[in-house]
């Protein structure tokens, strides 16, 4: 029996492994994002980020060159290794605050989708009030209360997030619980604690997963914005939103291009590519696409 499942379990990956490669956009999301990921982890390993020394004031504004590719900014920082540690920080607050926002959201939707009455209602309004907002108000609003550091963004991320999943895990709850395979095992005794994470989360975790790569991307455009505003990591941290803001304040974005075009790029791309793996992964873990698809 066990050999029977396993067998089946690799047929599925392989032909979800097949349609995922035919698939265009999860392709160029899958390399984009590995290739970003590749290069912020190696950022510590092969340029060290040193505040204290990063800068030289007779080297201001330089345009990009053979010696600093990507230019240097108002206070004389090269702008590569400023982008290259930027990137991991934008990486870190992005998939820290969504795989947060994934696991109070789910555990909230599991209880109020299974348990309905009382709890559904007190979540459901608790999700309501958190949608109310704008996500990048309701951010701003929890930086406000907890203070502008680079922790404060991920707790702030983390709660535009839960909502979405809690909608998300309690609608595919209710479509499951009356299922004919949990009401077998309810009937043979299993508990609710086991129905819930042995039955039911393993069913909708496709659309959670691919809400959570989507989600990626939405967060590096919130985690950006914070930075912009002077409400995200604080200086001397290198943030790609801090450096946007800089450049602005300063004065010379539009002299010194560069100062805006690179960490707007390295934006850019992150979001990007996140959106097109989620596309992808969509195409792959969505049954109903793939019943289209077959007609």
Do not use: C
């Amino acid at each position: 029996m066990e050999n029977r499942r396993l067998n089946k379990n690799l047929v599925f990956l392989q032909a979800a492994f097949q349609r995922f490669w035919r698939s265009t956009s999860g392709k160029i999301g899958l390399i984009l994002t590995v290739a970003l990921t590749i290069w912020a982890l190696l950022a510590p390993l092969l340029s060290p980020y040193d505040p204290a020394v990063d800068r030289d004031y007779l080297l201001r504004l330089v345009a990009p060159s053979a010696k600093h590719w990507f230019g240097t900014d108002g206070l004389g920082r090269d702008l590569l290794v400023r982008v290259w540690h930027g990137l991991g920080i934008s990486l870190l607050v992005s998939l820290v605050s969504v795989g947060a926002g994934l696991i109070v959201g789910a555990l909230l939707g599991l209880v109020a989708g299974y348990f309905r009455g009382f709890l559904e209602m007190a979540i459901g309004t608790l999700a309501d009030i958190l949608l109310a907002f704008p996500s990048i108000l309701l951010a701003i609003g929890v930086v406000t209360v907890t203070g502008p550091s680079l922790q404060s963004v991920i707790i702030a991320v983390s709660v535009v997030q839960i909502p979405i999943y809690i909608r998300l895990t309690r609608s595919m709850v209710l479509s499951l619980r009356e299922q004919e395979f949990v009401l077998a095992v309810k009937a043979l005794g299993a508990s609710d604690l086991r129905i819930i994470f042995r039955h039911i989360l393993p069913g909708s975790l496709a659309p959670l997963v691919v809400q959570a790569t989507l989600s990626t991307g939405t967060a590096t455009l919130e985690a950006a914005g914070l930075g912009f505003l002077g409400l995200g990591a604080q200086p001397p941290l290198p943030e790609l939103g801090t450096m946007l803001s800089d450049a602005f304040k300063g004065g010379y974005a539009l002299s010194s291009p560069w100062t805006i075009l690179f960490p707007g790029l390295l934006i850019t791309l992150t979001v990007l590519g996140f959106n097109l793996l989620g596309d992808g992964l969509r195409d792959v873990l969505d049954p109903r696409s793939n019943a289209a698809a077959r007609k």
